[in-house]
């Protein structure tokens, strides 16, 4: 089976920093795009970053300068590196992985910007 599993979400203070990631398996990791999605309560899922498989990255507006995707082909792995964190920010955090189009997700994982 597919899974896809977040880790390192959590509790940091407004200008805090966290690393999400994102370890992959079951699918042959190197020839999937992946992508990081975040949705709040009340609201619809957004797209936050992506990484195509020749490590082109793209991020939304509100994240760019601040968040930084990269892949670890060897460990299956993605990562989002989220720096100069705002509670506005605050969401559950989604991985996905697709060729054309998101084929799987993760379960998410929670990350609270509070002071």
């Known amino acids: 089976q597919v899974q896809l599993v977040e880790s390192g979400g959590g509790l940091v203070q407004p200008g805090g920093s966290l690393r999400l990631s994102c370890t992959a398996s079951?699918?042959?990791?190197?020839?999937?795009?992946m992508a990081w999605y975040r949705q709040a309560p009340g609201k619809q899922r957004e797209l936050v970053a992506s990484?195509?498989?020749?490590?082109?990255?793209n991020y939304a507006d509100s994240v760019k300068g601040r968040f930084t995707m990269s892949r670890d082909n060897a460990e299956n792995t993605v990562y989002l590196q989220m720096n100069s964190l705002k509670p506005e920010d605050t969401a559950v955090y989604y991985c996905?992985?697709?060729?054309?189009?998101?084929?799987?997700w993760g379960k998410g994982t929670l990350v609270t910007v509070s002071s």
């Open positions: 996905g992985a697709g060729r054309s189009a998101v084929d799987y």
């Open positions: 079951g699918i042959l990791f190197r020839i999937y795009a």
């Open positions: 990484i195509t498989t020749v490590r082109n990255t």
